[in-house]
């Protein structure tokens, strides 16, 4: 029997030809709603799915009983219910590793255009404003030789740490549930508790993934810990942040900056202050947006669910314990 899989979203035609050379594929392109009937009747037979941006609840597992194993085209999985997937049997894949570099070069963008004004002095030059020399009221800040403080020091925060390092000679901080020595050698990283951190950072960057005891890990205590002279990135997820908190620590003059590439709520709303503000740097989040990335991310994703459906150990597998349970 050829083994089902329900493709969603947008999938190149080459990875879908991948997958087809081994597998029956329904795809979705344009799925808008996991209610969608024809998208339902498809996973009532699937044994695999793939793609990015679906909400998979527990009701959605219920309606697909052959199920084995999900592959998302993204490094973080915070919209799967993993102890239920585990309790299942049913593996769960993601793609670390191919997006660090790019998701890094992204938080350090983030970084010198928020120091610098870049996104605010570009629209001075646009709207024609620009009439004489820059003067003091637009200076930025410097970034070589200040303080990063690093919140998360896994894959993407060591990339980010080691562009400020060993690119621009600044100093490293970084809070973590467990010591990093190996980074500590390399880069000359100093651990510290999160409230030492914010207050010694001239920049303090969030990585950490989203998980019950990091949702609004960042808020008002924190924001009013941190410097006057501090610039804010986020570029870990939007919930991380207590996003009210943030807009007021900007507008009250808290800190002096912010980067995001995340927001609580995405797309963000037109309504939302952050947009609007001249000393923030809003992205549409793009950190691992680039044509090599997420088409890498894709590969990885055809290899992960291929592997699975065929009975060999994905190559980047969240719920170790569902792969344990199906060996036994």
């Not at 050698?185 to 001239?202: K, P, Q, S, V």
């Not at 927001?263 to 947006?289: D, K, R």
């Not at 680039?290 to 994905?314: F, I, K, S, Y």
Request: charged share 25%; glycine share 8%; with cysteine.
């Amino acid at each position: 029997m050829t083994k089902r899989i329900v493709a969603y979203r947008r999938i190149k035609p080459h990875h879908l030809e991948a997958l087809r050379r081994d597998f029956h594929v329904d795809h979705f392109p344009e799925l808008a709603s996991a209610d969608d009937p024809a998208f339902r009747e498809a996973m009532a037979r699937a044994h695999g799915l793939i793609g990015a941006g679906l909400g998979v609840t527990p009701e959605l597992l219920d309606a697909a009983p052959r199920l084995e194993a999900i592959a998302t085209i993204s490094v973080g999985y915070d919209n799967f219910p993993v102890e239920e997937l585990t309790r299942r049997g049913i593996l769960l894949c993601n793609t670390p590793d191919v997006l660090t570099e790019t998701t890094a070069d992204t938080g350090f963008l983030l970084i010198m255009a928020a120091a610098r004004r870049a996104v605010e002095l570009a629209e001075l030059v646009k709207r024609g404003d620009w009439q004489a020399s820059i003067d003091e009221p637009h200076f930025g800040s410097d970034v070589h030789g200040k303080t990063l403080g690093m919140i998360g020091f896994g894959r993407i925060g060591a990339a980010i740490a080691r562009r400020g390092a060993l690119g621009f000679g600044m100093r490293i901080l970084y809070s973590n549930a467990s010591p990093k020595p190996a980074l500590e050698a390399e880069l000359g990283a100093e651990r510290r508790e999160l409230d030492a951190l914010l207050a010694e950072a001239d920049f303090v960057c969030v990585t950490v993934p989203l998980t019950a005891e990091t949702v609004h890990l960042i808020g008002a205590h924190e924001f009013a810990r941190m410097k006057p002279s501090a610039i804010f990135v986020n570029i870990a997820r939007g919930k991380v942040v207590d996003e009210s908190a943030l807009i007021a620590a900007l507008e009250k003059g808290q800190i002096l900056a912010a980067g995001l590439d995340v927001f609580e709520q995405e797309p963000l709303s037109p309504e939302s202050p952050l947009p609007h503000m001249t000393n923030v740097v809003a992205l549409p989040h793009i950190g691992s947006a680039t044509h090599e990335t997420r088409d890498a991310m894709a590969q990885r994703a055809v290899d992960n669910l291929t592997l699975a459906l065929t009975g060999e150990r994905p190559i980047s597998l969240v719920n170790e314990a569902a792969w344990t349970r199906r060996r036994r």
